[in-house]
């Protein structure tokens, strides 16, 4: 069972910058597309991004674009959220996402994704 965690979320001020680990365990990540999302109180969970399994084709949602990278490094298994000019409508648990799959493709549907992290806490505010 492919296991993910996710570290790097914490208080950070608007303007900042933070950036988020997702580290899998169990199987390797060359055969997964990836994904974050994030769920703010109140609200129903929405993609950030994904990434596919060779990295080279991505997507962002248009709130974060020109703001967010995502990233991955297959031979540490780990996927990355670079998260610069924050605001206090990022505020959310960020989770990672991944899916098993013979395409090399970019995926922003959340039905897909099969294993998740358990969440890690962004908060922007001053």
């Known amino acids: 069972q492919l296991q993910l965690v996710e570290f790097g979320g914490g208080l950070v001020q608007p303007g900042g910058s933070l950036r988020l680990s997702c580290v899998a365990s169990?199987?390797?990540?060359?055969?997964?597309?990836l994904a974050w999302f994030r769920q703010a109180p109140g609200k129903a969970r929405e993609v950030v991004s994904c990434?596919?399994?060779?990295?080279?084709?991505?997507n962002y949602a248009d709130s974060v674009k020109g703001r967010f990278t995502i990233s991955r490094d297959n031979a540490k298994n780990t996927l990355y959220l670079q998260m610069n000019s924050l605001k206090p409508e990022d505020t959310a648990i960020y989770y990672c996402?991944?899916?098993?799959?013979?395409?090399?493709?970019?995926?922003?549907?959340?039905?897909?994704?099969?294993?998740w992290g358990q969440g890690t806490q962004v908060t922007v505010s001053s």
């Open positions: 990434i596919s399994k060779g990295g080279d084709s991505v």
């Open positions: 169990g199987y390797t990540l060359d055969t997964y597309g």
């Open positions: 996402a991944a899916r098993w799959t013979v395409h090399n493709m970019c995926q922003m549907s959340e039905f897909i994704y099969m294993f």
